[in-house]
């Protein structure tokens, strides 16, 4: 009988569906066309976490396993991660998210027991590569302050805040009847409550005796069989933790007031005290008290002295000092500042018996940011190389980019250039956390994750194969000048600790050109080389983008004079507007940065290319960059923000066009523009505005850009044109629906007016206006400036109202929210191959743009050939209008061909720069279409998405083939085109959590899940899909956090998973030695069955705690599915080969047999014979 299978039902109903809600255009243009053929279906996707990287965000306690050589981290949000060599890491989560106070392993069991804030323990099975919980046990009354399972034991002493000890078999998770309590452990005549329990632990030498510890100073060695204590040990001062001798005759406590107190067992009261960092008075008084002493270990070794190690216990004169951990040895006491306040440390031992000379060979301490692990045996106790993933926080991560299917060259190449970044003078041996097995996953592919930060450097990282590594690291302040402090007080205002902030970064893994903007308005253009080379002067474009909707955008009617625009034919030379970096004025023509002016020495890596930066413009800061593509194959970097859209030649060094987004909107459009600049190394080029100084008349809005020529304007129209502009400029007083209103009125006027400015255009010829004889000053804001060779004027029009607010992200304090809603600003790049104009049979070099009102521009570009003439010949570049327009901000776009499949961005291979003229040919353009298009047929679907609904347009007609709402009620954060399950897809997440898939190009949802609700902006910005099923975001502000969105991955996640259990025999114990085995001087054992079992203690109340079983025997069951088939072949082969051999065994027995019936035979012959003979007969 076939299986039903419900999803693909669904399938069918949505596509019915949005087939059904198409528009009748769309559907007869489809009904021409021939349906492209789909794969993708529901069983492509299945949504499910894969592994986490980076540091455990907040830690709160830690414990390491000797013999597995694995350690475990708790978090104070109730995560565990565990750590074993390199590549091998595993995140689980409690599901109450209340703090892990403590760990504790079952060492060499492949479990861990771990106690949490909310007085609950749970017990981890760690033999299964998704750890699960199998039992827990919640306290109803007490609340726990320390746990401690001794070696080989499966008794857990739980110490109360009251004071009580609790003893649970970790087995079964039941309380034993065996309870300490306070009163019987303190003196009958203590008068106080000694405070709840801080230490337990058993001697290590008699496991019958047990040494509880008290807060109030208070320590009792109780003996387990006789239920009373034994001695009593107190000292003034609060205790903090203590540490045996192995030898089990003494013990160290630290105290509250800087102190170590060693105590013999046998005296209770002489104590031996040392204060590690207090100074001693010469006059014999007690040392000045310090700060508390938090932790101590103990550890021996058996050719020398023994190590101390201790936390905090500094002077108090110490302000402001980073803390320290102390390793005192022998007569040597070493003080090792950390760069973070210390959480806990472990002594790493070579053996796991208390009872043993421990030999310590390195200290584990865990900080606040980082994990250090310290090796005590070299001089110096220099730090282990970590291996682990744990830097990515280092500076706070500002953006994130996430590249799947990279070439297969690309990370060896990082790797080369990369480790030669690596910080000297670590320790010599390998890393000791050396747990575990790497996963076995067939799926292979070079992944590269990018991470921006606040600190201007930008990491690659390795991401192959569920691991992380980093591979090379840039830094991008090189590039400026380091600002005094008075300077940066003067520029907080607008950046304030971060100056050198990775805003968005542009990557093309083909060619290995990178391109990063900044937060100062900054971007820089990067080339890959393997060789280091010396840069004597950056090179430097400067841009003046003025903001359309500044405070200075009021038209003044009574001006009269018309500024002359240069036409290409004759050029004008504009010498830039005079600088005012002093605070005396308002900032203008300035950047936000200064440019190093020194020789720049460039490692072998990432080496810059041009620095492009934004100025000021009277008194007001550069907007911040929101959008920023770059393409090798055009030699072209094109950056947008809410002032417009600037694009620059990186090859020529020279700016191409500086332009407002209304006037890429608008239908009178300009010319094919071919600048020509002068080859200097220092540029300034200044936006057209619309009115700065009052001098632009409502006539001057209907001029042609390219020409002095006026046109008649309705004056009507114009006076609505400004009412229209102030009503917006107020609309937060009005209604929704009020203002809703004015915005479709602002549309049909402007609609209007620009029909009229057409038809005048075709009637009236163009005629030149005298040139104005105002100064630079009052003009410059129509001129572009020196370095440009043409001009526009900027046509004011009312741009599209936008119903839905947009996600943008802007730093600027003199932006305000009317101003951020109403302006319009550029969200999205798109370089392509394709039909720059309707109808247009033939492709072309071309730029896509979206904006946040969700506008899509099409812009044609025309490049010259390649070789010298594209390093001499200007590019030309023409706006050929908008396409459509979508609901709410774009977000992205993308091509397919007529078969469905994606067209990259055209690319050049790589090449090195300051390699061989060889190399230097290699470069050539990639075409994107290989197929030619067919005369009268659309060849290329554009895909659109924005943050309300997503759109595929036919080219070149340009007509609407699908169309999908993807959300009313929220909004699409981020959307990426992708290649997964042998299909494209539109990948989106929504503010509200849900995480869907959209097929291309019919627009079917063929998967949506409620993942993740938008709880932080940082996962907003971080977030991103890329090919293959992968995505990703930045769960904390130290942790990533990577998922899979393809079923095929998630099959085979098992299987890529790392292995924490390894099958590992327990060393031997260490030999009591004859002697003591005579007399009894070894280590005494404890039948804790008997004392602790039902039959010797009794049931605990139940209403003391509540045991839950755990979901990990099913987990357990689920994590082994993937070897199930394997076990059972290899189990029936096993099966196969034993019963041949049994089958041999009964051949073999049945000959036995046989033999012994024969011989059974002539025995009873010969009995017979010699039956009746007597003795001397025989």
């Not at 006076?719 to 937060?732: A, L, M």
């Not at 929704?736 to 609609?751: E, G, H, L, Q, Y």
């Amino acid at each position: 009988m076939k299986k039903f299978n419900i999803r693909k039902v669904l399938d069918g109903l949505t596509a019915a569906s949005s087939s059904s809600s198409s528009s009748p255009s769309a559907t007869q243009t489809g009904a021409q066309n021939d349906p492209v053929p789909e794969v993708l279906q529901s069983d492509h996707f299945q949504l499910c976490k894969t592994v986490r990287h980076g540091f455990p965000y907040q830690p709160s306690s830690m414990a390491f396993d000797p013999v597995q050589k694995v350690l475990a981290v708790g978090t104070q949000s109730g995560a565990l991660r565990l750590f074993g060599r390199a590549g091998v890491e595993c995140y689980c989560q409690h599901e109450s998210g209340a703090a892990v106070i403590q760990l504790q392993f079952l060492i060499n069991e492949g479990a861990l027991v771990s106690a949490l804030a909310d007085d609950s323990i749970h017990l981890w099975n760690l033999r299964q590569k998704i750890p699960a919980v199998l039992h827990s046990l919640k306290f109803n009354r007490e609340r726990i302050t320390y746990c401690h399972l001794p070696f080989q034991s499966k008794w857990l002493y739980i110490g109360t805040e009251r004071g009580n000890i609790h003893i649970v078999n970790v087995e079964s998770f039941t309380l034993s009847g065996y309870v300490i309590m306070w009163n019987k452990a303190i003196e009958l005549s203590t008068k106080t409550h000694p405070g709840p329990v801080v230490h337990i632990s058993d001697n290590p030498m008699d496991e019958g005796k047990l040494l509880i510890g008290f807060e109030c100073g208070v320590v009792v060695l109780w003996d387990l069989k006789c239920k009373k204590a034994d001695c009593r040990y107190t000292y003034d001062e609060a205790i903090h933790s203590v540490a045996w001798h192995h030898e089990g005759k003494q013990f160290v406590c630290s105290h509250s007031d800087g102190t170590l107190t060693t105590w013999n067992i046998r005296a209770q009261t002489k104590p031996q005290i040392i204060t590690p960092h207090g100074k001693q008075p010469k006059d014999g008084k007690k040392p000045e008290p310090c700060k508390p002493i938090l932790k101590v270990e103990y550890k021996t070794t058996r050719a020398g002295d023994p190590f101390m190690v201790l936390s905090g216990g500094l002077s108090y004169d110490t302000v402001g000092r980073r803390a320290c951990l102390t390793v005192m040895h022998g007569k040597s006491t070493a003080v090792l500042e950390m760069d973070f306040p210390i959480v806990d440390f472990l002594t790493l031992c070579e053996t796991p018996y208390p009872n043993d000379f421990q030999e310590p060979y390195a200290v584990l301490v865990l900080l606040e940011k980082d994990l250090v692990l310290i090796d005590l045996g070299q001089i110096g106790y220099p730090i282990f190389e970590n291996p682990y993933p744990l830097t990515i926080h280092e500076s706070p991560v500002t953006c994130c980019e996430y590249f799947v299917d990279c070439p297969a060259e690309l990370i060896p190449a990082l790797y080369s250039v990369g480790s030669r970044q690596k910080r000297q003078g670590f320790s010599k041996k390998e890393w000791p956390i050396s747990g575990g097995n790497w996963g076995q996953g067939t799926q292979s592919y070079p992944e590269v994750i990018i991470t921006g930060h606040a600190d201007g450097s930008i990491k690659f990282w390795d991401a192959s194969a569920l691991m992380l590594q980093v591979l090379y690291k840039l830094k991008t302040a090189k590039v400026f000048e380091r600002a005094r402090r008075s300077e940066e007080k003067a520029g907080s205002e607008i950046v304030d600790e971060d100056p050198f902030a990775i805003q968005t970064l542009s990557w093309c893994p083909e060619s290995r050109m990178l391109c990063v903007a900044g937060v100062s308005a900054h971007i820089i253009v990067y080339r890959f080389s393997k060789q280091e080379v010396t840069t004597d002067t950056v090179q430097l474009l400067e841009v003046r983008m003025q903001s359309e909707f500044s405070e200075g955008d009021s038209p003044d009617p009574a001006g009269d004079q018309t500024p002359t625009l240069p036409t290409p034919s004759s050029p004008q030379e504009v010498e830039p507007p005079p600088q005012t970096p002093n605070s005396d004025g308002p900032r203008d023509n300035i950047p936000c940065l200064q440019v190093r002016s020194s020789p720049l020495k460039q490692s072998p890596g990432f080496q810059v290319e041009l620095v492009v930066q934004l100025l000021w413009v009277s008194g007001e800061p550069p907007q911040p960059i929101t959008s920023l593509a770059v393409n090798s194959s055009y030699g072209l970097v094109v950056l947008g923000n809410s002032s417009g859209l600037a694009v620059v030649d990186f090859l020529q060094k020279t700016l191409l066009l500086n332009m407002g987004t209304s006037e890429l909107c608008s239908p009178a459009d300009p010319p094919l523009r071919q600048p020509r600049s002068p080859r200097k190394t220092r540029q300034i080029s200044t936006a057209a505005s619309d009115s700065m100084d009052g001098s632009n008349t409502s006539e001057d809005r209907c001029k042609s850009p390219t020409s002095g020529s006026t046109s008649p304007c309705n004056s009507d129209d114009e006076r609505k044109h400004r009412f229209i502009e102030k009503v917006k400029s107020k609309s937060r007083r009005f209604s929704k629906t009020v203002a809703n209103d004015f915005a479709r009125m602002s549309r049909k006027i402007s609609s209007s007016g620009e029909q009229k400015s057409d038809l005048a255009e075709r009637r009236v010829p163009p005629r030149h206006s005298p040139t104005c004889k105002q100064p630079l000053s009052c003009v410059n804001e129509g001129v572009a400036a020196a370095g440009t060779n043409w001009a526009f004027f900027r046509t004011k029009s009312a741009p599209p109202s936008k119903a839905n607010a947009s996600f943008t992200r802007s730093r600027s304090s003199s932006v305000s929210s009317i101003d951020r809603e109403s302006r319009e600003v550029i969200s999205s790049f798109c370089f392509c191959e394709s039909f720059p104009k309707k109808g247009e049979g033939s492709l072309g070099p071309c730029l896509l743009l979206g904006t946040s009102q969700g506008s899509v521009i099409m812009v044609a570009l025309s490049l010259p050939p390649t070789g010298e003439s594209r390093l001499q010949q200007p590019v030309g570049i023409a706006s050929c209008g908008s396409l459509v327009t979508l609901k709410g901000g774009i977000l992205t776009m993308a091509l397919l061909d007529s078969s469905g499949s994606l067209l990259p961005p055209p690319s050049e291979q790589w090449y090195d720069p300051n390699g061989s003229e060889e190399e230097r040919e290699k470069r050539r353009r990639r075409p994107a279409s290989p197929t030619s298009p067919v005369e009268g047929q659309d060849s290329q679907f554009l895909v659109l998405c924005s943050e309300k609904q997503a759109k595929v347009l036919a080219l070149p007609s340009q007509t609407r083939v699908h169309k999908h709402s993807i959300t009313e009620s929220s909004f699409v954060l981020r959307a990426d085109v992708v290649t997964v399950g042998g299909g494209n897809c539109i990948a989106c997440f929504c503010a509200n959590g849900h995480i869907m898939t959209l097929s291309l190009p019919s627009l079917r949802p063929p998967a949506d899940v409620n993942y993740l609700p938008l709880t932080d902006m940082r996962i907003a910005r971080t977030f991103c899909f890329s090919h293959l099923g992968q995505a990703l975001y930045l769960t904390s502000p130290t942790e990533i956090q990577r998922i899979t969105y393809s079923q095929d991955t998630c099959e085979h996640r098992q299987e890529m998973l790392s292995e924490l259990f390894t099958p590992v025999e327990t060393p031997e114990a260490p030999n009591r030695g004859f002697f003591k085995g005579l007399f009894g001087g070894g280590a005494q054992s404890l039948d804790r069955e008997d004392l602790f079992g039902e039959t010797g203690a009794g049931k605990a109340s139940r209403s003391l705690a509540q045991h839950i079983p755990g979901p990990g025997g099913m987990e357990g069951m689920k994590g082994a599915a993937s070897g199930v088939v394997g076990d059972l072949a290899r189990a029936r082969i096993a099966l196969d080969e034993r019963g041949q051999k049994l089958g041999e065994l009964e051949d073999r027995t049945a000959a036995m047999m046989a033999s012994a019936d024969s011989f059974s035979k002539h025995a009873h012959d010969m009995m017979l014979k010699y039956k009746d003979k007597k003795w001397y007969q025989l």
